[in-house]
Each structure stands twice: as structure tokens, then as C-alpha cells.
């Protein structure tokens, strides 16, 4: 099983203001662990830079105008008060939607068997046209519809375990009968949306809020009992997982209670839906995970759960 890792270093470009949480030294943490013996075996890569065209997939053009116009060249621009733009935010956006992209070519043309990418900033609450809770592109469903416009994929399936609901993957797709997008997240918690009742307009979305202070055992039951039925019977073609690793016990954020263990399960399961419908395709973008050695032992646990350990 070969397993793509792709990082680069315009991660590092994209500034927060002093103590904000959403900070470079989560991709420092994430390459540190990485580098372990255990990982060895990964096939690693620099995101690329992606194209106007590829955002224009899930977000609309004046946004994209927009965004490119308030980009700065010193100093910080504020689009809302958890979301800023420094000198380097733009090229770091855009090598995350460029490693999205190419990380959905290598697993599908079968140069990889799926793929993690670990970029910043991350993505799933951007909407079609609007920026907020750190994220301006939403890579995860630009990778699902990329893999349906340019290789005629008919279903993906978008998994979300984040512990903040991806209320902008839900809006993109929200209409959309060709893409499942399936959530577990804590409620009541920004940014508000993510309800069981909120199913889509053809019954296409799937949450699974949690309560503050759940753990493992209510996560995986989450799973067993709700998603995991719901993306069979969907039979998905590809499966992107919107990867935040903020429910973990040590995150500063929010109050769920998982540990690495549960994000090496709940991989492990997505697998075995992507082994039966899927050819066992899967794409992985980053989104949360605020402590740093929280969000290290979580990724080693996800991307060994890749590499089939």
C-alpha cells in the first residue's frame, strides 16, 4: 500500500496574529512526527500550486477576487474576527487546493493506493462566498469535485471529523445528490449548524453531533451506527475525509474526549468503505488540531491507519 504525504513549506508563510491557535507550528508538529521510523515507507511530495480554476469548483468568483485583492503585502488583513490574510496566506491557500488536487490525480490514476495532505490554512468552513473560522478554500470538496469534472466520477463521499462542524462543505454540497457529506462534530458549538435534522435536499448529508465531554465509545457508535450505514448503502466511487483532529482530550478548543486510538479506528473503518466501492481510494486534507502533541500522536495514528498498519 503506498501512501502520498504532501506538505510544503508556504505553510509556514500563512501569519496569525500572537496566540492565535491556528499557527505554524502545527505543520512543524506534524513533519516531526512524521520523520519517525514507523513512516519511513510514506512516498512524500511538495503541494503544488493550485489553479483560479480549481477554486472556481466550489467558490464563486467574486469571493476569489475579492480574496486576492485584500491579500496584503505587510502586516495582517482581517476578514473576520478568527480570520486574517498575512503576505503569505494567499500562496499557502493555494498550495493547499494545488495538494487537494494532486493528491486526487495520484490516488486516482493508482500512483498512490490514498493520500494525506498536510497543509494549512485549513478549509471546511469556507463557503461558495465567504471566508470564516480560519479557512478560505475549502480543499476537501474542491478535491471531490475535481475528481467529477475531470475523471467522471459519479459519486464521493466527504467525511468529516473535525471536531467544528464543516458547515461549508455542507453548503456546497448541500443540493447535491452525487456528493455524501457525512459529520461528526460537538453541539452546540461554533459555528452552529451541523443538526441530525439538516439532511440536504436529497437526503445527502449525514450529522452525528456529539455532546461536550463524549469520548470514544459515543464517536464510534456515531460511526457504527449512523455514517458507516449510510456511506454503504451510498457506495461512494471516492472517499475525502475532511481530517481535524481538535476532538482529541488535549485540544484547547472544544470538549470532546478522543484519543489517537480513535482517529486510527475510524480510518481504519473509512478503508474498509473505501476497499468495498471505492478501490480503496482515499484523499485526506487537514483541517483542525490545536494542541501540538495532541495533534502529532493523531496524525501518526491516521496515517499509519493509511499505510495499513
Known amino acids: 500500500m503506498t501512501t502520498l504525504v504532501l506538505t510544503h513549506a508556504a505553510s509556514f508563510g ?20 512524521l520523520t519517525g521510523d514507523r513512516f519511513r515507507n510514506l512516498t512524500r511530495g511538495e503541494a503544488p500550486e493550485g489553479s483560479l480554476d480549481s477554486v472556481a469548483l466550489c467558490h464563486n468568483e ?3 477576487g475579492e480574496l486576492r485583492h485584500l491579500s496584503p503585502t505587510d502586516g495582517l488583513v482581517y476578514l473576520d474576527s478568527d480570520t486574517s490574510m498575512s503576505p503569505g496566506t494567499w500562496e499557502a491557500a493555494m498550495r493547499g487546493v494545488g495538494g487537494a488536487i494532486a493528491a486526487t490525480e495520484a490516488v486516482i490514476t493508482g500512483d498512490a493506493s490514498n493520500a494525506f495532505v498536510a497543509t494549512r490554512p485549513p478549509g471546511h468552513h469556507a463557503e461558495t462566498g465567504r471566508a470564516m473560522g480560519f479557512c478560505l478554500f475549502d480543499q476537501a470538496a474542491i478535491a471531490a469535485r475535481h475528481a467529477q469534472r475531470k475523471h467522471g466520477i459519479d459519486r464521493v463521499a466527504v467525511v468529516d471529523f473535525d471536531v467544528h462542524h464543516g458547515n461549508g462543505t455542507q453548503d456546497i454540497f ?3 445528490r452525487s456528493v455524501m ?8 458549538l461554533f459555528p452552529g449548524s451541523g443538526a441530525i ?11 452525528a453531533p456529539l455532546a461536550s465531554g463524549d469520548g470514544g465509545a459515543k464517536f464510534r457508535s456515531a460511526f457504527d451506527n449512523l455514517i458507516l450505514p449510510r456511506l454503504e448503502k451510498f457506495a461512494p466511487e471516492l472517499l475525502v475525509i475532511s481530517a481535524g483532529f481538535d476532538a482529541h482530550s488535549r485540544d484547547p478548543l472544544a470538549n470532546l474526549n478522543l484519543s489517537a486510538s480513535d482517529f486510527g479506528w475510524v480510518t481504519r473503518k473509512l478503508m474498509d468503505i473505501a476497499d468495498a466501492t471505492a478501490g480503496g481510494r482515499i484523499v485526506s486534507v487537514l483541517e483542525g488540531g490545536y494542541d501540538l ?15 495499513g498498519a
Open 14 to 33: 500563512h501569519l496569525t496574529p500572537p496566540g492565535h491557535p491556528e499557527r505554524p507550528d502545527r505543520i512543524r508538529a506534524i513533519e516531526e512526527v
Open 62 to 64: 467574486h469571493y476569489i
Open 174 to 176: 448541500w443540493a447535491d
Open 181 to 188: 457529506y457525512c459529520s461528526t462534530h460537538q453541539m452546540p
Open 197 to 207: 435534522s439538516e439532511r440536504g435536499d436529497h437526503d445527502t448529508i449525514v450529522n
Open 293 to 307: 502533541k495532541g495533534l502529532q500522536d493523531s496524525v501518526a495514528a491516521h496515517v499509519a491507519a493509511l499505510m
